[in-house]
């Protein structure tokens, strides 16, 4: 379909204002870029609230810390000849920018370190390196980056000697990008000759790997396992052979590392069944009833909240992938130009953000694991500049496990 059938299509003239002032290569860059977008997305504004309804929750037992340490040799001697064995595969979700950091860059390029340079990259390819040195064989890394950050993201890895991690064994591939628009539903414009684009959200990376041509390496190199992981928590085990080892022998299709909740209110999603599959509940739709509810030791059964580090089989997401997944739509602040070109620096929500999350992948799985790790060894996210899950705590995480600062 071309740039002018899609605009009428979808109602979207004002991309256009400013068309007769662009260069000709400009022009002809947002018309490539206007055909490249899934403008369908929108359409997901239309039955938002129909959309919102949740099926049957119940509670998904999980794999507790006690029983983990009972069979801890037994778990890692199955992960530990999957990684040698070149089953196991790693893939770091890092497509977003670090702007509630205060920082213009990659989120993985803030520099957590105090007394010396030490980034959130850094920190994450560290913990991936002590899971190569116990198993004695490099695991494949996939990194995501998007469109606002794969240059700035690529040269980083490079000026840093990818932190001593070999670079044939990293694969650096971009996510799919979703449009944003007003509450109306009218896609904003950037700049005079671009569309406003973000990230489409955690859930696209499997189909981004596919697109890419990232996938192709997972099936050359003979990968059956991909361990993906959210890029703000620094302390998070990557790999762990404990885990990948209780998936297999499980024998379920997920394994999703949980850390038990510091109360039950807790901002953190939990691992439940809606309508007797393996799902997410948010904790903004968890009921007092649900909150409190509790098992036959007297304990909450929604008690572990996931930290996005989660096992797929790849032979698994290649089923999911064949199904469409949502997009939830989210209000966000959306810098952009007006229809007179002034450029708008909104302090409150103006506008949505498309994203596919990983939870519906989750629920389209058969079976789900959920494990427990010890929150203050692997769970340090770097969400804010201050207070809570912010750069101030997860330095103090950081510390209180022994790494320098």
Known sequence: MTAQEKIQMYHQEQLLDFVDELEPDESEALEKQIESIDFSVLDGLKTRKEDTARGKISPLKAMELDEIDKRRDEFKACGIEAIKAGKVGAVLLAGGMGTRLGSNDPKGMYRIGVNKDLYIFECLINNLTDVVKEAGEYIHLFIMTSDLNYKATTKFFKEKNY??????????????????????????????????????????????????????VVKKNGIEWLNIFAVDNVLQRI?????????????????????RKNAPDEKVGVMC?????????????????????????????????????????????????????????????????????????????????????????????????????????????????????????????????????
Request: proline fraction near 5%; glycine fraction near 8%.
């Open 163 to 216: 932190f001593g991690y070999p670079e044939n064994y990293i694969t650096f591939f971009k996510q799919e990008m979703a449009p944003t628009c007003d509450y109306n539903g009218k896609v904003f414009l950037e700049e005079p000759g671009k569309v406003s684009v973000s990230p489409n959200g955690n859930g696209g990376w499997f189909l981004s790997m596919m697109n890419t041509g990232a996938l192709d």
């Open 239 to 259: 790999c762990d052979p404990v885990f990948v080892g209780a998936t297999i022998k499980e024998n379920k299709a997920v394994g999703s590392k949980v850390v």
């Open 273 to 405: 069944l809606e309508d007797g599959k393996p799902s997410i509940v948010e904790y903004y739709e968890l009921t007092d009833e649900l909150l409190h509810e509790t098992d036959e030791r007297g304990e909450r059964v929604y008690n572990f909240g996931v930290i996005l580090n989660y096992l797929f089989k790849v032979k698994d997401l290649e089923e999911i992938v064949k199904h469409s997944l949502p997009y939830h739509i989210v209000e966000k602040k959306i810098e952009h130009i007006d229809r007179d070109g002034n450029t708008v620096k909104p302090d409150k929500p103006n506008g949505y953000k498309f994203e596919q999350l990983v939870l519906d992948m989750i629920h389209l799985a058969d079976s789900c694991l959920p494990f427990e790790v010890v929150r203050e060894k692997e769970f340090a996210p770097v969400k804010n500049k201050e207070g809570v899950d912010s750069v101030e705590s997860a330095r103090e995480l950081l510390v209180k496990n022994g790494v320098e600062i």
